[in-house]
């Protein structure tokens, strides 16, 4: 699996964003899906976990009311909207992908990895 993430940019706290993540293959629909973020000098943090089929999800505690995770499996496409964005928002945003939905959701061990987009957030 290919996963390849945009929509990233910069925006002003309170604003809004969503990001894609889009992914080649057959079995991503098969996969449990994911967010993760790296904000300058933080390690890799949690963002946003969904099964395979849509039907959980999970979500970081900074995150939860203002994020929303959601899958179109027909388009191969995962996505995270982001709602009330906060400057401690700012970070790299990568989506994952893995065949089990708890190394999504409990490590940072997932065996798929997008590339990364920026999300800026300005006071």
């Known amino acids: 699996v290919r996963l390849q993430a945009c929509g990233g940019g910069l925006v002003q706290a309170g604003g809004y964003l969503r990001l894609s993540c889009a992914a080649s293959g057959r079995t991503f629909r098969s996969y449990a899906g994911g967010w993760f973020r790296q904000a300058p000098g933080k390690e890799r943090a949690f963002v946003a976990a969904i099964s395979w089929g849509g039907v959980s999800t999970y979500y970081a505690d900074s995150v939860k009311g203002r994020f929303s995770i959601s899958r179109d499996n027909a388009k191969n496409t995962m996505y995270l909207q982001m709602n009330s964005l906060k400057p401690e928002d700012t970070a790299v945003y990568y989506c994952?992908?893995?065949?089990?939905?708890?190394?999504?959701?409990?490590?940072?061990?997932?065996?798929?990895w997008g590339q990364g987009t920026l999300v800026t957030v300005s006071s």
């Open positions: 994952v992908a893995d065949p089990q939905l708890e190394v999504v959701v409990t490590t940072t061990r997932a065996g798929h």
